[in-house]
C-alpha cells in the first residue's frame, strides 16, 4: 500500500525518532509511506477567528501539493493531522473561502485529498487482531497508560477519529502489541499545549495532573502521538520533580517506537536516548531491548 | 358510532387516568400495557413533588379501581400488534406474552416467588437490585399476578430442572406450556399513552454511567430513596453499600445539549433533583447535596416556593456544567464550572447522580407506524395542532396522553390523560357518525 506522507516540521526536527520509528513500522507492515516531495509547514495551529482565512494558507499548499501526487495524506503528529484535517473539510464546505485562498495562492485545490492519520491506517486497513499477528516480541507486561490529548479527537465533528470521551484507538493498538493498557480517566485532557511557549507553569500543573493519574492507575509509561504533548509530558519532569516531593518520573513515549519495538526492529534513529526521562531502563527490565 | 368501547395504550398514570375516565362515563375501555402489572414510572418513585406525597400511596387506589372496575379489561403484559380500520371501527390486534402461570387459578398467594431459589437483576430496581424469576413488578402490583421471566427460567434453560414454583402452587396455576395469545379488539377510539425512557447514561461517556457504579440515573436514585427500594429507603451506594456524605446532582444531562443529546428541556428534571436533593438531605442529615444547572426553570404550581426551600435546607446549587466524571482514590471526581464566581470546581463524590434527558419510550417508534400517526422530530407524538389541538393525533380518533407526546410530570400527564378521555367520551357518545 502506497500513502502519500507528510511528516511536518517537529518530525524533522525535535521528534526524529517519532518519524523513524513510525516510517519503519509501516514499511514493515507493507505500508509505503512516500514523502511530499514538496512540503512546508502545516500553520501549526487552526485558527480560531472565522476570517483569518491567511492561516489557513500554509495547510492548503500542503493539500494542494499532496493533490498533484495522489489522494490520501497521511501525518503522524497529531497537531498536522488536526491542522490539515479541518482545513480540507473547511475548503471542501465553504466554497467562498475556498475560492480566495485559491486565488491568493494562484493554484486550484479542489478539497479531494483524504487526510489519514497513521493510526487510522493501522486499525483499518492493517487490523489490530492482524497487526497483533505480526508482532515478532510482544510487549508483556508493559503497563501504558494511552494519552491521546485533545487535538486527535477534537472537535469531534471535523476529526471524527474516534469518541473524545472514551477514545480506544490507542488503547487497542497497544493491547495488540501485548502492552497491559491502564483505564485512565485524564487521557483526553490538555497537556497545555502552547502555553509551553508563554506560560509554562500552566503546562507543568496540567501536565502534571495527567502524569499522577497515570502513575496512580499503574502506568509505568505514558504512551502519546503528538510531539508537543510528548515535550510537555516529558521535558516538564524536571521542574515538576522540583516542585511536588516525592514525584517519580515516568517515560512518555510514541506509540511507534512500541510499534517498532514490537515488529522486531531496532534502531538507534528511533530517538529511545533523547528523552528526558530515558525510557530504555524500563524497556530492558521488561526485556525489551 | 359503531364501536362505543375505547383502547388505551400504556397503564401509566396518564393512561390510567383516561381508562378510568372513559370507563367512569360508562364505556367499555381495553387498557393494554407491556409490562406485566400497571403504574408505569409513576410506581418507581420515591416521593412526588412539591407536595412530597409518598408516589405509590397516592397511585395504588387508582391502580386498585383500574383492576376492580367492571368496564376495563386489562391486558397487561400485552402489545399493540396491528391496527386496522377507522375512527369509530378500530380493529386492533393484540398480542399477550405468555406468563407461563394462569392468572385465572392464581390467587396471588405470593409463595411462588418466595420458593423460587433463583435471582436476577431487577429492570424495576433499574439494575440496584434483584428479583425472582418468577416476579411482579412490586408488591402492589395491579394485577397481582406473577409471570416468569422464561430467559433466566432454570426449567426453560435447563431442560425441565426446577419447576419449584410448580411444586409449591397450591392452585396448579403453573403452566408452562402457556403460549402466546392473539386476539382482535373492535374499538371506537384509542388513547396511545406510552410514556417515555431515561436517556441512556451509557452514551454520556464523559460522565462514565454504566462504568463507574457510584454514577447512577435519577430513577436509580428514586429507587434508593424509595421506602420499597433495593435499599429499604436509606441512600447507600451502590459500590460499597456506605452512606454518601457527598452527593453531586446533574442536571440537563444529555438534554438541551443537541450536538451530543437531545435539543430540548427535558421539563421535569429541575423539579425532581430538587426533590431528590432535599429528600437525601431528610435522610442523612450530615450529608452534602450539590446541584450543577444550567437554569432552574420551576414554572409549576408551588414549584418555585419548592426549589427554594432546597436551597434554604442547605442544598447548594451551582450554575454551571458538569465536564467530566472519574473515580479517583475511591470517589467520583467531578469536574465542573461555577459560572456565578467564574470558576472551577472539583467535587469528590460519593455518588453522582445524572438527571438525563427524557426520551419517548422505546417502542414509540413502531406503535406509530402501526397507527399511521406522526412524530415530531425529537421522536414524539405529535398533535394536531400545538396550541388548540393538544390531545389529538393527526389521525382522527386516536388520541395522545402522557410524556409520549413529550416530557410532563405527573400533573401534566393526569391532566392530558383527562382530556384525551374526555375527547373519546364526546366521540363515542355522537349518535351519528360525522
Redesign the interface.
Known amino acids: 500500500m502506497r500513502y502519500l506522507y507528510f511528516p511536518g516540521c517537529t518530525l524533522s526536527t525535535k521528534a526524529k525518532g517519532f518519524a523513524a520509528s513510525g516510517e519503519a513500522s509501516a514499511r514493515a507492515l507493507g505500508i509505503d509511506l512516500v514523502e511530499l516531495s514538496r512540503w512546508n509547514c502545516c500553520g501549526a495551529t487552526f485558527p480560531l477567528a472565522t476570517d483569518n482565512l491567511l492561516a489557513l494558507v500554509a495547510p492548503t499548499r500542503v493539500l494542494l501539493n499532496a493533490e498533484k501526487e495522489g489522494d490520501h495524506l497521511v501525518a503522524l503528529c497529531s497537531i498536522c493531522y488536526h491542522v490539515l484535517k479541518r482545513t480540507n473539510m473547511l475548503l471542501r464546505e465553504e466554497g467562498d473561502k475556498r475560492e480566495k485562498i485559491n486565488l491568493f495562492l494562484e493554484e486550484e485545490y479542489s478539497g479531494e485529498v483524504e487526510v489519514l492519520h497513521l493510526l487510522e491506517l493501522l486499525r483499518d486497513e492493517i487490523g489490530f487482531e492482524a497487526l497483533g499477528e505480526r508482532v515478532q516480541k510482544r510487549l508483556q507486561g508493559l503497563r501504558v497508560a494511552p494519552y491521546y490529548g485533545c487535538l486527535l479527537l477534537r472537535p469531534f465533528q471535523e476529526i471524527g477519529l474516534d469518541d473524545p470521551e472514551e477514545p480506544r484507538i490507542l488503547d487497542d493498538l497497544l493491547a495488540s502489541l501485548g502492552c497491559e493498557v491502564v483505564e485512565f480517566p485524564h487521557k483526553s485532557e490538555c497537556c497545555g499545549s502552547y502555553l509551553a511557549m508563554n506560560t509554562s507553569e500552566v503546562t507543568r500543573e496540567l501536565s502534571y495532573a495527567i502524569l499522577r493519574s497515570a502513575l496512580a492507575s499503574g502506568a509505568e509509561a505514558v504512551v502519546t502521538s503528538c510531539p508537543l504533548c510528548q515535550f510537555n509530558l516529558d521535558y516538564r519532569q524536571g521542574e515538576m520533580a522540583a516542585h511536588y516531593p516525592g514525584f517519580t518520573q515516568i517515560p512518555v513515549l510514541y506509540f511507534t517506537q512500541l510499534l517498532a519495538i514490537a515488529l522486531g526492529i531496532e534502531s538507534e534513529a528511533f530517538g529511545l536516548a533523547d528523552h528526558y526521562v530515558d525510557p530504555r531502563l524500563l524497556l530492558v527490565r521488561r526485556g525489551l531491548p | 358510532m359503531s364501536k362505543r368501547r375505547a383502547m388505551v395504550i400504556g397503564g401509566g398514570i396518564s393512561g390510567i387516568q383516561a381508562a378510568l375516565d372513559i370507563a367512569n362515563s360508562g364505556y367499555e375501555v381495553v387498557l393494554v400495557e407491556r409490562l406485566p402489572s400497571i403504574g408505569g414510572h409513576m410506581a418507581q418513585l420515591s416521593e412526588t413533588f412539591p407536595t412530597l406525597d409518598c408516589s405509590q400511596c397516592i397511585l395504588t387506589p387508582r391502580t386498585v379501581e383500574v383492576g376492580h372496575h367492571e368496564k376495563i379489561r386489562l391486558a397487561t403484559y400485552s402489545e399493540v400488534e396491528e391496527v386496522r380500520g377507522d375512527f369509530g371501527d378500530f380493529k386492533v390486534k393484540v398480542r399477550r406474552k405468555p406468563a407461563y402461570v394462569d392468572w385465572e387459578r392464581c390467587t396471588g398467594c405470593g409463595l411462588c416467588q418466595e420458593k423460587c431459589p433463583w435471582r436476577v437483576a431487577s429492570d424495576f430496581e433499574r439494575g440496584l437490585g434483584k428479583r425472582k424469576v418468577i416476579y411482579t413488578l412490586s408488591p402492589q402490583a395491579v394485577p397481582n399476578k406473577p409471570v416468569i421471566d422464561r430467559e433466566h427460567c432454570v426449567y426453560f434453560q435447563k431442560e425441565s430442572r426446577c419447576g419449584a414454583c410448580a411444586k409449591f402452587c397450591p392452585v396448579e396455576a403453573i403452566d408452562f406450556q402457556q403460549e402466546e395469545e392473539v386476539w382482535e379488539e373492535e374499538v371506537g377510539a384509542i388513547v396511545v399513552a406510552t410514556g417515555y425512557d431515561l436517556y441512556p447514561m451509557e452514551r ?3 460522565y462514565g454511567g454504566g462504568r463507574y457504579p457510584n454514577v447512577i440515573d435519577s430513577l436509580q436514585f428514586e429507587r434508593l430513596l424509595s421506602a420499597s427500594g433495593p435499599t429499604g429507603g436509606e441512600i447507600r451506594r451502590p459500590s460499597d453499600g456506605a452512606v454518601p456524605k457527598e452527593v453531586v446532582f446533574v442536571q440537563c444531562a444529555g438534554s438541551r445539549e443537541p ?1 451530543r443529546g437531545v435539543a430540548y428541556c427535558s421539563q421535569i428534571c429541575c423539579m425532581y433533583t430538587a426533590k431528590q436533593a432535599l429528600l437525601y438531605k431528610h435522610k442523612v442529615h450530615d450529608g452534602q447535596a450539590y446541584v450543577f444547572y444550567i437554569d432552574i426553570r420551576a414554572g409549576g404550581k408551588g414549584y418555585e416556593e419548592f426549589v427554594q426551600r432546597a436551597m434554604e435546607e442547605g442544598v447548594l446549587y451551582l450554575q454551571g456544567k458538569v465536564a ?1 466524571i ?4 475511591g470517589k467520583a ?1 467531578v469536574w465542573g464550572a461555577d459560572s456565578l464566581s467564574g470558576k472551577r470546581v472539583e467535587i469528590a463524590a460519593d455518588l453522582v447522580v445524572l438527571a438525563t434527558a427524557i426520551l419517548p419510550s422505546q417502542g414509540t417508534g413502531d406503535l406509530r407506524e402501526k397507527l399511521g400517526i406522526k412524530i415530531d422530530e425529537s421522536g414524539f407524538y405529535e398533535e394536531a395542532h400545538p396550541q388548540l389541538r393538544p390531545v389529538e393525533s393527526g389521525v382522527p380518533g386516536i388520541y395522545l396522553a402522557g410524556a409520549g407526546q413529550g416530557p410532563k410530570d405527573i400533573p401534566e400527564a393526569v391532566a392530558q390523560g383527562s382530556a384525551a378521555a374526555a375527547k373519546v367520551v364526546a366521540l363515542l357518545a355522537r349518535e351519528v357518525s360525522p
Do not use: A, W, Y
Not at chain 2, 472519574?326 to 482514590?329: E, L, T
Open positions: 454520556l461517556r464523559e450536538e467530566k472519574f473515580p479517583q482514590d471526581m
